[in-house]
């Protein structure tokens, strides 16, 4: 048995990848946008022989420091199903994108380290586009969260046998995502469970209906948004996970406020159109939390759609 050719020591590169928020409500593991909060890598290849990772922001009390971290362990996986491994790893994480809130941060950490593997590999054994998509999604479970994070904006995901396609789709100018972060976190594990092995014909014809109309009211008409954001496949089935965030969720929506769980949440977010509408909306969340007499903690965000995806610079030592 060979061993594996070792990448060249003195590398450095840095990736930076946008948070995502999936399904958007009817679009349940299809549809994915990518938004204007960021995680960043640095990465240099040395002579150590060790991997060693420092970690600031979410998770830096937590988090593992070694070849165990998952942004470790998907670089060095990565390198390795190219047939190459690594004399030595330091990475630098910087983590803006909460945890286990429904924005994408696991997606995040597997696309930089992707990405960041896939550059530090010769040119002649880097993966093309497809590849780092397939291999971002076998590894994340499904695309509709990897999607955004690699190109930016709405990204439609879709199987075909064994292999995850998407594409993306710009979005209508005037969109503007709010977020409301609670300060609890739910596994995507736990939401998931919640969901039953099947649904009435009638739902899920409702919702193919309504996700087909999202797209165009997320591109071209922003008026039906409301309508294309109602969900019937999945948010009432895990409101018992997140009871804070569905009535949340419904007091916009009785408003008028395309409102919606984050993947698999417990994040809430609307999307709004036009400026006017965005500080309407976080008024309006500010004023539902306060009524509430056992509210949690929120954090209200208002962001842009990300157009870009993540950014890959190769650093010359």
């Given amino acids: 048995m060979t061993s594996a050719a070792v990448v060249a020591s003195g ?69 390795e199903r190219a047939g190459f491994s690594s004399p030595g790893l330091e990475i630098e994480t910087r983590n803006v994108i909460p945890h286990g809130r429904g924005l994408g941060s696991s997606a995040a950490a597997i696309v930089s380290s992707v990405l960041a593997a896939n ?33 930016g904006s709405l990204a439609v995901s879709w199987e075909t046998g064994r292999a995850y396609k998407s594409t993306i789709i710009p979005v209508h100018p005037d969109l503007v995502p709010v977020v409301a972060i609670p300060a609890s976190e739910l596994s995507t594990e736990a939401a998931r469970a919640l969901l039953p092995a099947s649904v009435p014909h009638n739902s899920a014809s ?21 309508e294309g954001t109602r969900d019937l496949l999945h948010q009432d089935y895990r409101a018992q996970a997140m009871l804070q965030s569905a009535t949340l969720m419904r007091a916009l929506r009785a408003e008028g406020f395309a409102a919606v769980i984050s993947g698999a949440g417990p ?33 209200v965000l208002r962001l842009n759609v990300d157009t870009e995806g993540a950014k890959v610079k190769v650093h010359q030592r």
Avoid at 212 to 219: D, I, P
Avoid at 277 to 285: D, F, G, H, L, T
């Fill in 11 to 79: 590398q450095e590169v840095s990736v930076e990848v946008p948070a995502t928020s999936a399904n958007l409500g009817p679009g349940f593991d299809s549809l994915g946008l990518a938004v204007t909060l960021y995680d960043s890598i640095l990465v240099r290849t040395t002579e150590s022989g060790t991997t060693t990772v420092t970690v600031t922001g979410e998770g830096e009390e937590t988090l593992p420091r070694d070849e165990t971290h998952l942004v470790a362990a998907t670089i060095l996986g990565t390198l």
């Fill in 119 to 151: 550059a530090l590999l010769p040119e002649s054994a880097q993966m093309d586009g497809p590849a780092v998509l397939q291999l971002c999604s076998t590894l994340e479970g499904h695309p509709d969260n990897v999607a955004p994070a690699l190109l």
């Fill in 206 to 226: 409702s919702n193919a209906g309504r996700a087909a109309l999202l797209v165009h009211a997320m591109t071209t008409a922003p008026e039906f948004l409301l």
């Fill in 267 to 299: 994040t809430v977010m609307t999307l709004a159109v036009g400026e006017g509408q965005a500080s309407a909306v976080i008024e309006a969340v500010e004023r539902i939390v306060a009524a509430e007499e056992d509210s949690v903690e929120w954090r």
